[in-house]
């Protein structure tokens, strides 16, 4: 696939088959994620893969109700109550494979950074046929001292791009994009009124 045909058609998926990602697929996707440049060469990304349905569910459910008591801090969170308080709806969409990025606190570009990798990530994966959504509904509750201790990330990341990853269940519609919001262009190829 070449880069700008992955570019113009990566989804975010939300449906997946049963068909695991191997452990070779996920070497390669770290690999592509690891090629994004960063701040003064820093590389302050970490990875911690979770391919444990079982766990996925319990986050899933711990995650909502952390969000829910969070409903009056974040009021915008608000428009997804009725989600979050649905005991039938997993936050992960029943993917196999969640591969979180973390940031290392050295550098004071982490989260771009971090980003970069997680985009190299995802469009390495659609290259390969697979799907992936970054799930911002999982990163309080992946950022929690206690969750971080339990999966052995060090105290002072921060949790930066949870994706989950597998193989799409049918073909994902495309989003309508709006055009680029250009404020200014200043120069010889000025764009005219």
């Known amino acids: 696939m070449e880069l700008l045909e992955a570019l113009y058609t990566r989804r975010s998926v939300r449906r997946y088959t ?31 893969i979770i391919q ?23 009021p915008n969170l608000r428009r997804y ?17 969640l591969l979180v990025i973390y940031g290392k606190p050295e550098s004071h570009r982490t989260i771009v950074d971090c980003s970069l990798a997680a985009q ?18 999982a990163q309080p509750l992946l950022d929690q001292p206690d969750i971080k201790a339990s999966l052995g990330v060090p105290a002072d990341y921060q949790v930066v791009a949870p ?22 262009w200043h120069g010889q190829a000025s764009v005219q009124a």
């Not at 049963?18 to 452990?23: A, G, S, Y």
């Not at 766990?55 to 974040?74: G, P, V």
């Not at 989600?83 to 969409?93: C, G, H, Q, R, V």
């Not at 597998?166 to 709006?178: D, L, S």
């Open 163 to 184: 994706i989950i990853i597998g193989y799409p269940q049918g073909k994902m519609p495309a989003p309508e994009k709006k055009p680029p919001e250009i404020i200014a």
């Open 120 to 137: 190299n990530l995802m469009l390495a994966a659609h290259a390969l046929g697979l799907g992936t959504c970054w799930i911002g509904f």
């Open 52 to 74: 444990d349905r079982a766990k996925l569910a319990e986050f899933s459910t711990q995650a909502k109700a952390l969000l829910l008591t969070l409903l009056e801090q974040a």
């Open 81 to 97: 109550e009725t989600a979050l308080s649905n005991p039938k709806f997993n936050i992960f969409y029943e993917a196999a494979t």
């Open 18 to 48: 049963d068909q695991p990602v191997t452990k070779e697929t996920i070497e390669q996707l770290l690999q592509a994620a690891t090629q994004a440049p960063s701040a003064m060469n820093f590389q302050p990304w970490a990875f911690l």
